[in-house]
């Protein structure tokens, strides 16, 4: 059920509340932020507004700072809303507009016993895309011209803003057809942005009649990752496995990661990780959208980015485009270097101007890829084999709020640092699903391994497990560098000595709902595969490509605190690691490696 459209707008839904129904459970898509609904009960004119102090959320939003959170998608409680047995009416209200969302949808409701266990059996979400009315050819015609000049503006009667739907979404306005956008909601759209109810179908007919098929929906994540997604039409790939396929605990991914439930790592192979299941929802279509057109933020200044863009987009050549891409990455990067102040603002204009600006970079980028059926023509865009989905730049990985936001502060939902890094790590992993480096890198391209790995650890932050993601986000670094025909002269990107880090900062909530014995199997077998690694390039190689290997070079006492040189991160680990009563034989392991690379050290400690 969708809620779109002015403050005030409501939607109601009826059905039969069995005997024992005592309270409300719903799941919600787009709530925001706080108060932003409401619900009432047969129409009794008593609101409830919903907020994070009188809903109970599920996990993992439970743990992620809810409504505001970075969760696009929240299940919960409301323990103060009564529902009787009997024939029920819920009445939802759209109260209070950021002006940048214009509502939410329900995606499921159900009632509680007093025990707190569901009544009425679940139901799949149905999307009715199309309006009742048949469109006609003048109204697409119309709906065209409208969405690529109509004059605008930010809010129903808000101030004019320079940018046409065009700017912002697809140029074709594919995206909204792909992802499942309803008329209503284009309607009201555009009525939030100062068109009428009839223009507003002029556009939903013309984005209808569209060539793109209707596969996603504004709920289910892009690329989100689930079995069969690699065999699928590279043409259905951007529509993602759904939230169905958003394992329910980061543990389940591991049913998904290993063949046959052999625990096993091996490094000279590829794991796919479009089809492995993760806890962590990406981000969904809206997300993806700039909130201002550069153009009008920045002026004629960004000018060469759109120019280049629309030259690339004139191409049919999956070559030529990749190469013309790498030119419109490097104009973009040197334009960043005099334009990115909102970066670091404290002023939310700002930030919204730059972090759209990359967030335009973005939706272009997908553009190329999707729509203009990239996807799939990978080898023809690399010199060397690759994956044939692969996407060849890393825009993705450098839109994330750690390259374009302040950690506090920042306009994504609550402000809070646990948006900011959650979502960091929900772009970074977005990444690994477009292109995993296929065993090959240009420096940090398309992925910067120490971030991808710091920021899947950041669940584990806040409580909620990604030990699985991590050891992952390890597998695909180490995969990175094995079999890499280039000559590292950094350990940071090459084979690193110190990727273990998943043992390290957050070892007892990373494992906190793992049975021992089943973490240990993976650490060991992750272990044996990356000492395997280690020996089999010998000392000397981490000797000439990382300078601290050698004795005497820096401090050279292991142990707490980390974060200092290797020394003291292997025995950080080793510590970490008897604390959270690793198995001795993994110690024992550890010390044998740390005796190897820095002999003079005293690993007898542990
Ligand atoms: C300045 C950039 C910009 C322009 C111009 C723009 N959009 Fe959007 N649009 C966005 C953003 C950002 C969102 C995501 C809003 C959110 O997060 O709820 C969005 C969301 C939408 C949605 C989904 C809304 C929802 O609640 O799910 C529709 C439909 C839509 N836009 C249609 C249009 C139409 C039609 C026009 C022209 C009349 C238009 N947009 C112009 C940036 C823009």
Known sequence: MEVVGAPGTTASVSFTAPAGSSNLWVRIAGLGYENKASVSVNSSGSWISLNNTNCVFDAPASSLNGMGGPLNTLSFSVPGLRINPGRVTLTFRFNVSDYVSIGYRVLAVNVLNAAGTKLLSDTKPVLTLAGSSKYLASDIAAG?????????????????????????????????????????????????????????????????????????????????????????????????????????????????????????????????????????????????????????????????????????????????????????QASFSDWVVNNSSGRTSTNLSAQTAYWSSVRWMTIRTWELMHTHRLEGQAQAMFSFPVDPHSWPNNLVFLSSPHFTLPEQGHILGDGTPLSWSYRSHQWYWTMLVLSDSNHRREGASPIDWPYLLAFSTVPATYGVDSSAQSVLALEKSAESGTGDPYTWDNAFFGWAITRTEFLDTYGQTMWKNYDPSYRDTIIRAFMQAYTGQIYSLGRDYFINVDLEVQDGETDNTPGPPGGGPWIKEHGTMMARMKQDGVAQDIIETMRTLGEYLWPSADWSQF
């Open 144 to 328: 065209a011209v409208l969405w690529t000049n109509a004059p605008l503006t930010l809010g129903w009667t808000g101030a004019p803003i320079q940018a046409k739907c065009s700017d912002c979404h697809a140029t074709d306005g594919s995206d909204l057809k792909f992802f499942g956008f309803s008329d209503v909601v284009i309607i009201a759209r555009s009525q939030f942005h100062g068109l009428t109810s009839a223009q507003g179908k002029q556009i939903a007919a013309f984005i209808r009649n569209g060539s793109e098929q209707a596969l996603g929906t504004p709920w289910d994540p892009p690329y989100q990752p689930g079995p069969g997604q690699a065999e699928r039409p590279y043409a259905e790939w951007a529509a993602g496995a759904g939230l169905k396929w958003v394992a329910p605990a980061d543990s389940n991914t591991w049913d998904y990661a290993f063949s046959n439930g052999i625990v096993q790592f091996t490094f000279t192979n590829t794991l796919n990780m479009r089809d492995i299941p993760v806890a962590t929802p990406l981000p969904v279509w809206n997300e993806w959208l700039p909130r201002m057109s550069p153009l009008e933020s920045f002026g004629t200044n960004f000018q060469p980015m759109v120019d280049q863009f629309n030259q690339m987009a004139a191409q049919t050549n999956a070559a030529t485009i990749s190469t013309m891409m790498r030119d419109w």
